[in-house]
């Protein structure tokens, strides 16, 4: 052990919080990700800033809110310019490495412009959120060519799984009976066993590359922060054997939901409810059908958890790392008649957040379970002060989670963020709402939900009298709900309105403004004796150009 620890940084794509067993999950039972939280802080109030791929990782990527990135949906590029966590590690001697998924997207006119060569070291920086891409993989969609940034098609091929697109042909489709190949991206093959053997199944092969990444790290020398990104549970939800056939209707959990919100009168809601996911995840028989296969790819991934976590306890590296587990948003499975994500109900918008350090420091607070409020964008300051990087106020808009690891003072927010643009949606088609108008932003202090829907009224939930939010309080008349909306619209436009853009307003720029008079400038005073009395410095000490 040694007072500069390594981050592992896992991030599980579209993961709820509450489908795992120390989240309170009945059937689900996670022990390999439980035993981290027992050795770790537990956080029960963790909020991304969007729910949405793309942008909540841009956020989790910069430490910086969506408004201030400006990386709004999936396929959006991260300005280049836009200081990222892999950049601030950097600059003390730390690698950034990425193992698995980021669903950026490069910032190519902006390198033409600056005359960027894409495959130049600042270009390959540039191009993957200021990763090292030790190994990407953003997946394919059905009809998506081969993979051009990560090698897991190849491995397929080298293992004998030929075709001209492996990743869908194997991992993410399955044979019925009469050995016919179904794609998973239709749902009602969810539950058929993945045309893979687990140990080459994606989950599998991105565990086994994160323990090439530690061991060849350890030669390197260098401190480290990998970014461990499974694609899985998201969709295409399909699971190689055993895991297809774990779990089965009597483990599903019955929806959340209520007649009211079927019948909203809110257009943005209605137009969510009329959506083709929402549509299919709102019948029963759908959601009977899916979700013990998304079952079961959490099971999977918390088996090879405790195969990586093991592996890393046998050699020594858990004595020295801090190990992240994480999700960039939920997963709706019909709860609030809703499917995928994209709003911003507890089981979208809230993710689980387990953090285990094993500095000395952190020997109080091991199986802590905390409610206070956090956001992704705490994660960037987090790693960076383990790492040995100074605070940047300046451009990092999350807070250091340090104080709640080692259980001291120091943390507090009174409010979690979270945007989403929805121009490309059915939303937008259905409601014919404009590109500059169809986004969304909350604002959580804890008890009252706030969602602000440009061109439409409020979206309130109270969380204490209504904790499953089946009760929209946007329009309510009531005295209480009015003050409120009141109090926190004025919150939002507090924080809309606060500095995020001066991310060159370093602590020296800052202190040179401030010595302005003494640099002589002078501006707005009388004569010497004010100038002197006001400043503290002899007037005749000053520079002729001063003076002018």
């Not at 007072?3 to 689900?28: E, K, T």
């Not at 587990?325 to 507890?346: A, L, P, Q």
């Not at 939002?492 to 002589?520: M, S, Y």
């Amino acid at each position: 052990m040694t007072d500069q620890p390594n981050v592992l940084w896992i991030m599980a794509d579209q993961l709820r919080f509450d489908y795992l067993s120390c989240y309170g999950h009945p059937h689900l039972h996670t022990p390999n990700i439980d035993a981290l939280a027992a050795r770790g802080v537990r956080f029960t109030n963790a909020y991304v800033q969007s729910p949405v791929c793309g942008p909540s990782r841009m956020s989790a990527y910069t430490g910086r809110y969506v408004r201030s990135h400006g990386s709004t949906w999936n396929g959006m590029p991260l300005r280049v310019g836009e200081p990222t966590l892999g950049d601030h590690l950097r600059e003390v001697g730390a690698r950034a490495v990425l193992v698995g998924k980021t669903h950026m997207t490069a910032d190519a006119e902006g390198m033409a412009w600056l005359g960027i060569d894409p495959a130049s070291e600042i270009g390959v920086r540039v191009s993957e959120c200021g990763f090292e891409p030790f190994e990407r993989d953003d997946g394919l969609h059905p009809d998506s060519a081969r993979q051009n940034w990560s090698a897991y098609d190849d491995y397929l091929v080298s293992k004998g799984f030929v075709s001209d697109n492996p990743w869908e042909d194997f991992a993410n489709s399955g044979l019925n009976e009469h050995g016919d190949l179904l794609s998973a991206w239709l749902l009602k093959h969810s539950r058929l066993e993945a045309n893979i053997p687990e140990e080459h199944s994606e989950t599998a092969y991105m565990t086994d590359r994160a323990i090439d990444f530690m061991k060849g790290a350890k030669e390197d020398g260098r401190p480290w922060m990998c970014h461990l990104s499974y694609i899985k549970p998201h969709w295409p939800y399909i699971v190689p054997a055993p895991y297809h056939d774990m779990y089965d209707d009597c483990h599903i959990v019955p929806p959340i939901r209520d007649g009211a919100e079927h019948d909203t009168d809110h257009p943005l809601m209605q137009a969510y409810l009329k959506a083709r996911v929402c549509q299919s995840f709102a019948r029963d028989d759908v959601r009977k059908h899916v979700i013990p296969a998304y079952m079961g790819l959490i099971k999977q991934l918390d088996d090879n958890l405790g195969r990586l976590f093991a592996w890393m306890d046998e050699t020594g590296l858990s004595e020295n790392t801090i190990i992240a587990v994480t999700s960039d948003h939920g997963d709706y499975m019909g709860d609030h008649y809703m499917g995928d994500k994209d709003f911003y109900h507890e089981m979208a918008v809230k993710v689980p957040l387990i953090i285990a350090d094993p500095r000395k420091e952190a020997n109080d607070t091991r199986g802590l379970v905390t409610d206070k409020l956090v956001e992704m964008i705490d994660l960037a300051p987090t790693f960076m002060n383990a790492l040995g990087c100074a605070p940047k106020p300046h451009v990092i808009e999350g807070r250091d989670l340090t104080p709640i690891l080692h259980g001291t003072d120091g943390f507090s927010r009174r409010y979690a963020i979270s945007q989403h643009d929805y121009h490309w949606s059915d939303m937008a088609r259905t409601l014919d709402q404009p590109q500059e108008d169809a986004h969304t932003t909350m604002i959580f202090d804890g008890r009252w939900k706030y969602i602000r829907c440009e061109g439409f009224r409020p979206v309130l939930f109270d969380l204490q009298s209504d904790p499953h939010e089946l009760c929209d309080l946007g329009a309510s008349q009531e005295a209480e709900h009015a003050a409120v909306r009141t109090r926190m619209e004025a919150a939002l436009l507090d924080w809309a309105t606060r500095h995020h853009t001066r991310i060159t307003a370093t602590p020296a720029v800052l202190a040179r403004q401030k010595k302005a008079a003494e640099g002589g400038i002078l501006i707005g005073f009388w004569d010497e004796k004010e100038y002197e009395e006001t400043t503290g410095i002899a007037f005749d000490s000053l520079t002729p150009v001063g003076r002018g």
